[in-house]
């Protein structure tokens, strides 16, 4: 290894080496060694204009495709600038990498801070709060070594994203030893006790429910998923995270749980079966959806043990899991069952129940519109908007890691720089907001133009935050600083070079969705607005306890 490269080389070269083809970041005075390197191997360094749109694109990279990217930052402000974007994705179970630097090893007192630039006590503390490994070196060789034991956190299973700290001093060294090589590890193997236990829960039970997450995605576990429900005739319900898993597939429920026609079908069965799902809040309005008296899951990670009680928990790896499920199933000769429920009426049904809704109706026609436009090819992102909300709900997914929703933690401003992500590795993408979402992170308009990001911005606008608003009405508190002085979106657009086109209902959106689709593809970022206030959805929390919808407001 050449003398002349440095950690920072090494580091990129490392990544490279496993198959990192982006990072996002801001160079700043203390991480500049990662710009200073160079070489066809290295990930791109896609340059972003605030430190949240690294982390969020790194997690919108990895959520459209299952590819691992870095957040490169710098020390201090870089670093913490970062945090919230880094939460949604470790919350969301996206494995975002964060390589920060720290300020000079060799400046620093034992006793404490002594007013460096950008120092701080314990920069890595900020990301440990979530609960993510933090590692801090403090030399070449810790460098290198914490960059790999984060490789490994972010392959998992489970994949989780961590953060590394390196001083400035130690990024500019010298690297002259090998590069490591990591062999990808497989996940945590299952008992055969609890796969026993399990089948036997499975065998007495005729009218199995089957709750599909977004594991099963991260685990490559759908078509053993669909194997299961076809065996068992059980339908199948997704998690936000699992939307697109069986598409088309006449045991799908495709549409939320939320819906009292879902919830009465999941109220039915007789064991609930969640498959690679944390089983989260948002999922299952804080636990109080109706549920079979026995329950049963398998899955990774800590949070659903605290959910709900189970009378079989399996935390290991989601594809062995289950063909070791199946394998006991045909041992103990329980043979295929015919399906217990019909779904497929569910949908349609409930779509028509919400057009014929005055509240809903435009809401369901501008949902149905972006499904019918949007190639499949293309990805979807939605902010915590009501837009989003109602895309991310109840469109029709066509294919698993379309659909981006991010209510893992509910972070308002993900959509437009999540955007990046996926558009950085020439993937059209779609990205849904209201109009108070994308103030966060306007400056990233820059990026979209600079790099020739196929990207769509479409912009709900209802005059400021319209979920608050809401939540203001329905619990009788004044509507107060929730309405809110919006740009005059062609005028921005303009002024990034950006073309802006306005639609004045759901009939028009197919159109203007197909002439930005094909500006994309040529590397031309494009901007829709529609200003309309949406009536909520059911799927957010102000409605999930309603009996019936009245006829109106």
Known sequence: MSADLSVAAAILTLLGQHGVRRAFGIPGVHNL???????????????????????????GLYRATGELSAALLTSGPGAANAVAAFGEAFVSGSPVLVLA????????????????????????AMFE???????????KQEAIASTVLALRDAWGPPAIGSYVGIPTDVLGEAWTAAIPHLPRLPGPTPDPHEVTVLAELVSESPRVVIWAGGGVVAGAAEELVRTLAHRLGAPVVTSFAGRGLLSGDPLLVDAPVHEPEVGALLADADLLLVLGSSFDGMNTKNWRIDLPDRRAA????????????????????????????????????????PPWVDPSPLRPSILMRLREDPRTSTAVAWVEQVDLAWPAEGAVICDMAVAGYWYGGYSSQPRPRRLQYPVGWGTLGYALPA?????????????????????????????????????????????GYGMLRYDQQVFGHPERGVDLLTPEWTSLGAAFGIAVERVDGPDQVAAALDRAWEANLHGEPRIIVWSQRLHPPRTTSPRWFEDTPPAHD
Not at 36 to 44: M, Q, T, W
Not at 313 to 330: F, G, K, Q
């Open 419 to 463: 955007a990046i992500g996926p558009a950085s590795v020439g993937i059209p993408t779609l990205a849904i907001c209201g109009d108070g979402g994308p103030m966060f992170a306007l400056g990233e308009l820059a990026t979209y133009a600079q790099e020739s990001l196929p990207i769509t911005l479409m912009i709900v606008d209802d005059g």
């Open 101 to 124: 630097s720290e300020v000079n090893h060799a400046l620093r007192s034992s006793r404490g801070p002594r007013g460096i630039l950008h120092e701080m006590a314990d920069q890595g």
């Open 129 to 139: 709060a979530f609960g993510a490994p933090a590692r801090r070196a403090r030399s």
């Open 33 to 59: 060694a990662y710009w200073d390197a160079d070489g066809d191997s290295l990930p791109r360094i896609i340059g972003v204009r605030h430190e949240q749109a690294a982390a969020y694109a790194s997690d």
């Open 298 to 337: 398998i899955t990774l990670g800590d949070l659903i043990v605290e959910t709900v009680d189970w009378d079989c928990l399996i935390r290991s790896d989601i594809a062995a899991t289950m063909e070791a499920l199946i394998d006991a199933l045909d041992d103990m000769g329980v043979q295929p069952r």
